[in-house]
């Protein structure tokens, strides 16, 4: 069973960053594309952040210049660093992981940006 562990989530003030943490069981490079989702209530769930198995990284432009997503394989992670960070960027954010036949989900982290 593929197992995706977010952490780093909390509160933070406007403007400022964090730096979430997706642990897999699983080797990354077994996925077609590892990624960072978020979700608000009465929303659907949106990509923030995808990074593919040959490297390239894909952002929406709401979050484009202010987060990046990176990975370590030798740990078995995927790191999403959030700068600039607003209030709008308040949701719990799930780690994602795909695969041609199907796709992992973890729990999710809450984020909340408020003064």
């Known amino acids: 069973q593929v197992q995706l562990v977010e952490s780093g989530g909390g509160l933070v003030q406007p403007g400022g960053s964090l730096r979430l943490s997706c642990a897999t069981s699983e080797e990354l490079f077994d996925f077609n594309s590892m990624g960072w989702y978020r979700q608000t209530p009465g929303k659907e769930r949106e990509m923030v952040a995808t990074?593919?198995?040959?490297?390239?990284?894909q952002f929406p432009d709401s979050v484009k210049g202010r987060f990046t997503i990176s990975r370590d394989g030798a740990r078995k992670k995927i790191f999403l660093q959030m700068n600039g960070l607003k209030p709008e960027d308040t949701a719990v954010y799930y780690c994602?992981?795909?695969?041609?036949?199907?796709?992992?989900w973890g729990q999710g982290t809450q984020v909340t940006v408020s003064s």
């Open positions: 994602n992981a795909k695969i041609p036949s199907r796709q992992y």
């Open positions: 990074i593919y198995r040959g490297g390239k990284t």
